[in-house]
């Protein structure tokens, strides 16, 4: 199982950011995909998460301003950042438990500038 994840990057405050993540390696269609972030100096938190039937569900601290999506055919998560501010400067992983174990992909940073 692979996650390779994109779309990081430098923005300024008000910005948005597109992050995708794609797997190869699992049935992906039946499986949870989540997004979580980690700021420096802090622990790893779950961000977001859509499930086999697209439900969602997000931290309070990015409800209406994130937004995860799949797309099966493409085996991809995507993970919409809007509104962001200097404290969503983080790595964000996606991630999903599969075959009894989780898997992560490696990272992408985005950087959030006032």
């Known amino acids: 199982v692979q996650l390779q994840a994109f779309g990081g990057g430098l923005v300024q405050a008000g910005g948005s950011l597109r992050l995708s993540c794609k797997a190869t390696?699992?049935?992906?269609?039946?499986?949870?995909m989540n997004w979580h972030c980690q700021a420096p100096g802090q622990q790893r938190e779950l961000v977001a998460s859509?499930?086999?039937?697209?439900?969602?569900n997000y931290d309070d601290s990015v409800k209406g301003r994130f937004a995860i999506s799949r797309d099966n055919v493409r085996r991809t998560v995507f993970l919409q950042l809007d509104s962001l501010t200097p404290e969503d400067t983080a790595v964000y992983f996606c991630n999903t438990r599969a075959f009894d174990r989780e898997f992560w992909g490696q990272g992408t940073l985005v950087t959030v500038s006032s």
């Open positions: 390696g699992i049935d992906f269609k039946r499986y949870t």
């Open positions: 859509i499930t086999s039937d697209h439900s969602r």
